[in-house]
């Protein structure tokens, strides 16, 4: 009875997380900018260090729109490779046996 409660709340989670990517991709393509974005990213720009403006450099190299789909790849590849499964934990528990 246990198991069938955790794998209930487990889909309510994902559904709620799925219906708030999706209110967040709409309201993103709608407005551009979220409100209070650009004066924060503002803020964090000029507050970063030496260090920082060098990690923000190579961030924003590697969340463009041509280099994020192959990172993602990577990261997959890396995943499966390192411990031998074929990637499926990331989207769903193990059970029990």
Do not use: Y
Request: net charge positive; aromatic share 4%; proline share 3%.
């Amino acid at each position: 009875m246990a198991r069938r409660g955790w794998e209930q709340r487990w889909a309510i989670g994902v559904a709620v997380l799925a219906a708030l990517a999706v209110a967040l991709t709409m309201t993103v393509r709608n407005t551009d900018l979220l409100p209070g974005e650009r004066s924060v990213s503002r803020w964090m720009f000029e507050h970063a260090g030496g260090a920082g403006k060098d990690v923000s450099a190579i961030l924003d190299v590697a969340m463009s729109k041509e280099v994020a789909p192959v990172m993602l790849a990577v990261l997959i590849k890396q995943r499966r490779t390192a411990d031998g499964s074929n990637g499926s934990a990331l989207c769903c528990p193990r059970r029990r046996q």
